[in-house]
C-alpha cells in the first residue's frame, strides 16, 4: 500500500507510538494484549471498541478491508509495530506457517540483513 505519512495519524494515537530509529518500525508504547499466546499486541481502545492498534492504524491508513479469516502479518515480526508499511493482509493457516518457518530460518534472516 502507499506509504502513510506518520504526522497524519490522530494526535491520541500518535502519542503513544515511538517510531523506531533503525527499522522504522511505529512502536506502540499503550498497553498490550499480555504476555500469553497471542500476547504482545498493542490494544487500544478505538471507537468505543478494544482492539488491535495495528489494525486500527492499518484502517487509518486507508488499507483494505480484510476478507474473513484474514489477519495482518507483521513483515518486521514486531509485534507492537503499527506501521501500515510493515502490515501486509494475510490468511492465517498460511502466515501461522510462515510464522513456523521464520523462527526456524532465524539466522539466516538476521546474516541477510
Ligand atoms: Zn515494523
Not at 493482509?89 to 510464522?99: D, E, G, H, S
Not at 513456523?100 to 539466516?108: E, G, K, Q
Amino acid at each position: 500500500m502507499k506509504p502513510f505519512p506518520f504526522d497524519d495519524l490522530p494526535p491520541r494515537l500518535a502519542a503513544l507510538i515511538a517510531i523506531h530509529p533503525g527499522g522504522g518500525c511505529w512502536l506502540w508504547q499503550g498497553a498490550d494484549s499480555g504476555s500469553g499466546r497471542g500476547g504482545g499486541y498493542g490494544r487500544v481502545k478505538w471507537r468505543g471498541v478494544t482492539q488491535a492498534v495495528h489494525r486500527v492504524v492499518w484502517q487509518i491508513a486507508g488499507g483494505r478491508v480484510l476478507r474473513k479469516g484474514e489477519q495482518l502479518d507483521h513483515e518486521c515480526r514486531a509485534r507492537r509495530c503499527c506501521n501500515p508499511a510493515h502490515l501486509r493482509p494475510m490468511f492465517q493457516p498460511r502466515n501461522m506457517k510462515l510464522a513456523h518457518a521464520r523462527r526456524r530460518a532465524d539466522f539466516v534472516a538476521e546474516a541477510v540483513r
